[in-house]
């Protein structure tokens, strides 16, 4: 059974401080999302990473991919308060009918 | 249109009742998504769209559910005899490409409560 596995599935931390998100998947697959997620409203997509190794930076959030270990990390580098939303990994695949699964997300609260 | 557009976005229906949500998809996207997101948990496929074709229809629930995009654009899904546990947002998607999983790009999705 394919699985998409998040963890923390719930963060707290201060302003300023950093933090990693980890996004463990079962099956093999080079195709790796990050969206974000406020609270009623839709997803926004954060990054693609599509070969091992990649690394993409967007102001303070960093993703990246090992296929190898089925793992994508997204670090958070000194939080602010705008970052609080939930935060959801997903896996491509194309050999399944195009599906993408997601995690169960983390929640990331940022206190001030 | 500029983003993807999905109607209504509350629903409130009583159990037994047929509801029917509407995705307009960014134009000239080629494959539509359907996801069920219920409360605290992360998008689960329901179905698939490549243009008009229903390429993958595997994560609906029930014989309940049906999804159509006739002419490759705009997409409803349909839920017939609305039972409690189909209460959740509804987010449909839309990517460029047919090769691959592309980026998707979803709507801001449509709560469905049932009473």
């Known amino acids: 059974e394919l699985k998409v596995e998040q963890n923390p599935l719930f963060l707290s931390m201060q302003e300023g401080k950093n933090y990693t998100i980890y996004c463990n998947y079962s099956?093999?697959?080079?195709?790796l999302y990050w969206y974000r997620q406020d609270p009623g409203k839709s997803l926004e997509s954060l990054f693609v990473l599509l070969s091992n190794g990649a690394v993409k930076q967007e102001g303070r959030l960093m993703a990246s991919l090992d296929t190898k270990a089925r793992l994508s990390t997204l670090h958070i580098t000194a939080a602010v308060h705008d970052l609080s939303a939930t935060y959801f990994c997903?896996?491509?695949?194309?050999?399944?009918?195009?599906?993408?699964?997601f995690g169960t997300g983390t929640s990331l609260t940022v206190i001030p | 249109g500029a983003g993807v557009s999905q109607s209504p976005r509350y629903k409130v229906a009583k159990r037994g009742q047929d509801v029917a949500l509407r995705c307009d998809p960014i134009s000239g996207h080629v494959s539509l998504f359907w996801y069920q997101q219920a409360l605290g948990q992360g998008p689960e496929f329901l179905t698939y769209f490549q243009n008009e074709a229903q390429l993958d229809k595997s994560g609906l629930p029930s014989d309940r559910f049906f999804a159509e995009r006739p002419e490759g654009s705009v997409s409803t899904l349909k839920i017939q005899r609305t039972q409690q546990e189909d209460s959740a947002v509804y987010l449909c998607?839309?990517?460029?490409?047919?090769?691959?999983?592309?980026?998707?790009?979803f709507g801001e999705g449509s709560r469905l409560t049932v009473l």
């Open positions: 998607a839309s990517s460029t490409g047919t090769g691959g999983p592309g980026e998707l790009f």
């Open positions: 099956t093999t697959s080079d195709r």
């Open positions: 997903a896996v491509g695949y194309t050999n399944t009918g195009n599906q993408f699964y």
